[in-house]
């Protein structure tokens, strides 16, 4: 069946460093990959995309990594904030329609 | 705010009654996703709707479960004889057109609580 792991535990860094936070998945060939954001009593806020045909995509501060022969996305946020404190969930869509696959998510923690 | 508008934001019934959640999607937005968070889970699909119809409900449980999005009024999920383990936040999203790589808008949920 397909799978979609994020890693659970959470991921504490200092401000200012790099956070890289990974996807992987199997029994899956997702036309794109999308990233977003969840604070606690929200819902996710939209970060970034990338297709199936592309290596790489950055925004700002982000920049999100694909790579379909390992079957992972990577996900950095460089100089990291306090601010940037919350779970991130990567999510796959195949070409079938619009519905998104997601991880469980891994919890950032970013402290001062 | 323009956003993804759900109601209630919190709701909570007793066993064996009823649960209807409210999204109103992005203005115009005309396609509509539900999705489940069950607590320490993540988001499951549960339905995708387009005006008047039901384009995908493969994550919709088979019994109690039901969607609409009407030609007016938002996309409704109601919830029949709801049991303890429908306890979630329940989520909707909304796109303007059907994929294309498009991003999905998200409403703040409804958390359900089954007493």
């Known amino acids: 069946s397909q799978k979609i792991e994020q890693n659970s535990e959470a991921l504490n860094i200092q401000e200012g460093k790099t956070a890289t936070l990974t996807c992987n998945y199997t029994?899956?060939?997702?036309?794109?990959l999308q990233w977003y954001r969840q604070d606690p009593g929200r819902g996710p806020v939209f970060l970034l995309l990338?297709?199936?045909?592309?290596k790489e995509k950055r925004k700002e501060r982000l920049k999100v990594t694909f790579d379909t022969t390992l079957k992972q996305s990577l996900f950095h946020i460089t100089a990291s904030q306090p601010a940037d404190s919350a779970t991130y969930l990567c999510?796959?869509?195949?070409?079938?329609?619009?519905?998104?696959?997601f991880g469980g998510g891994t919890r950032l923690m970013v402290k001062p | 705010n323009a956003g993804v508008m759900q109601n209630p934001r919190h709701l909570v019934r007793r066993r064996g009654q009823e649960a209807r959640l409210r999204c109103s999607p992005m203005?115009?937005?005309?396609?509509v996703y539900w999705y489940r968070q069950l607590p320490e889970e993540g988001l499951k699909f549960m339905v995708y709707?387009?005006?008047?119809?039901?384009?995908?409900e493969s994550g919709m449980p088979k019994e109690r479960f039901s969607a609409e999005f009407p030609k007016e009024g938002p996309s409704i999920l109601r919830i029949q004889q709801v049991v303890r383990g429908d306890s979630a936040a329940y989520f909707c999203?909304?796109?303007?057109?059907?994929?294309?790589?498009?991003?999905?808008?998200f409403g703040d949920g409804t958390r359900l609580s089954i007493l």
């Open positions: 999203a909304s796109s303007p057109q059907r994929w294309d790589n498009q991003p999905q808008h």
């Open positions: 029994n899956y060939s997702p036309a794109y």
């Open positions: 990338i297709r199936e045909n592309e």
């Open positions: 999510a796959l869509a195949n070409n079938a329609g619009n519905m998104l696959t």
């Open positions: 203005k115009g937005h005309s396609h």
């Open positions: 709707l387009q005006k008047e119809n039901i384009i995908d």
